[in-house]
């Protein structure tokens, strides 16, 4: 379900017009360098949410709840834990490929005094640790990059029958060759996150309600230009996501306010 709409149909004219080494705030293409990387940035949230979503360090879509966790009846999940082992407090779980994305995962459930627990207790389990790593190339409409994420997520709020979980945690990755095929603009970025108090609900059997309602994700990038009118140019950029409930959210990076489609993986600027 990867809808292909992507933005800056006026800035790439706009860009080919316009170019300087200059990063002054609201120029061309300092607005242009913004958008680019907030659509990387939709393609990294996007991902970050449904390995929320799957509570086990698997990608998938957080609605159609394919990310590799199960359900044994309405609103009772189970992680995948298929091929892990158990030792040292944590499932350390074998490299697996979904999605296109090859994952590495270690995965620990904490009781509520923050005891180690050797399997998921749907009452007992207060919190889930997900280390994840993901690595693979990202392909939506005319934007492709190849990417390496690291994710240390804690999952709390579990314990007893809970109708919302809350996420906090950090992540680091970098973006390699960002480009959209319509444009002749290259990007490699490095990027760090945090993920702040992102409440997620309870997920039913049937996949639905799933996306988070509130909390934020905030990205951090240094970018480097590597090929169009600014190439060699290094700047930074810090985007902030807020989520609402929907699949439709916002973010702003530079004073600039897009909306991102975590459907479709994918930015929008306001007013376009």
Known sequence: MLRTRFMVAG????????????????????????????????DGVAEDVDLMAGMDGLTGNAIANISGAYFVGPGDWRPHLTGCTFAGGSFTCPATTHGGLDITRVITFLDAGGATQTAYDPLLTASIHVVADVTG??????????????????????????????????????????????????????????????????????????????????????????????AGKTTTRTITITFNGTSSVTAVSNGVTFTIDLSAHTATREGE
């Open 11 to 42: 800035l790439l004219v706009a860009a080919a017009a316009c170019s300087s080494s200059s990063d002054t705030t609201g120029t061309t293409d300092d607005v242009t360098i913004t958008s680019d990387v907030a659509v990387a940035a939709a």
């Open 137 to 230: 190339e990202r392909n939506h409409g005319p934007w492709s990059a190849t990417i390496t994420r690291h994710r240390d997520f804690t999952i709390t709020g579990l314990a007893g029958t809970e109708t919302t979980r809350t996420v906090n945690g950090t992540g680091t990755e970098t973006v390699s060759n960002s480009r959209d095929t319509r444009n002749p603009r290259a990007y490699d970025m490095t990027c760090s996150s945090v993920v702040t108090d992102v409440v997620l609900p309870v997920r039913t059997g049937d996949g639905t309600n799933g996306w988070p309602i509130s909390g934020t994700v905030t990205r951090t990038c240094t970018i480097n230009v590597t090929a169009g009118g600014n």
